[in-house]
T-cell receptor
Framework: QKEVEQDPGPLSVPEGAIVSLNCTYS??????FMWYRQYSRKGPELLMY????GNKEDGRFTAQVDKSSKYISLFIRDSQPSDSATYLC?????????????FGTGTQLKVEL | GAGVSQSPSNKVTEKGKDVELRCDPI?????LYWYRQRLGQGLEFLIY????????KSGLPSDRFSAERTGESVSTLTIQRTQQEDSAVYLC???????????FGSGTQLSVL
């Protein structure tokens, strides 16, 4: 079993829809949670990060962490065609002294006009 | 530089040849990471540098893989005697200090024929 599970999609939604992306994890030592967006042939770009359970909002994006359920979510409101990309969740337990991240496989999102 | 720079962007090689991949981190970033992204899979951690030292090499898949960093700046990932299963995108990331947000380059697409 992978430490981080993420539905690979693809997920196709109409423009303006609310998108929900999710990951589950098994390592209770994870304490730092991130969402990255990756466009084709580009490196991942950090969207959201949080250290604690609860919600964090940034514009159209809301990150939600539930440590008791080992479940994290990213919500995208008023989705746009430019949001079409692969979304990767990532987590860290800070072992080894660095910020070594464990990634999900990514969910491919397409927002259609 | 403005971002993490990786070269070459694409590399095609024959099985058994050695390859070198280069990463120029963001100026002043002390931590540097290498990840591998196989098609349809999440990013796999390879190695972490703090300054010129590598306290965590746990992700290097075999002794054919090695990496170094000099001048607390440029890093080179070397793969000796390449195999077809080495085909992947190799991504480099840097952060200002350890345990901080990672910024990724666009990666090197390695194809082993």
């Amino acid at each position: 079993q992978k430490e981080v599970e993420q539905d690979p999609g693809p997920l196709s939604v109409p423009e303006g829809a609310i998108v929900s992306l999710n990951c589950t994890y098994s390592n209770s030592a994870f304490q730092y949670f991130m969402w990255y967006r990756q466009y084709s042939r580009k490196g991942p770009e950090l969207l959201m990060y949080t250290y604690s359970s609860g919600n964090k909002e940034d514009g159209r994006f809301t990150a939600q962490v539930d440590k008791s359920s080992k479940y994290i979510s990213l919500f995208i409101r008023d989705s746009q065609p430019s949001d079409s990309a692969t979304y990767l969740c990532a987590m860290s337990d800070f072992t080894g002294g660095g910020n070594k991240l464990t990634f999900g496989t990514g969910t491919q999102l397409k927002v259609e006009l | 530089g403005a971002g993490v720079s990786q070269s070459p962007s694409n590399k095609v090689t024959e099985k058994g040849k050695d390859v070198e991949l280069r990463c120029d981190p963001i100026s002043g970033h002390t931590a540097l990471y290498w990840y591998r992204q196989r098609l349809g899979q999440g990013l796999e951690f390879l190695i972490y540098f703090q300054g010129n030292s590598a306290p965590d090499k746990s992700g290097l898949p075999s002794d054919r893989f090695s990496a170094e960093r000099t001048g607390e700046s440029v890093s080179t990932l070397t793969i000796q005697r390449t195999q077809q299963e080495d085909s992947a995108v190799y991504l480099c990331a840097s952060s200002l200090v350890r345990n901080e947000k990672l910024f990724f380059g666009s990666g090197t697409q390695l194809s082993v024929l």
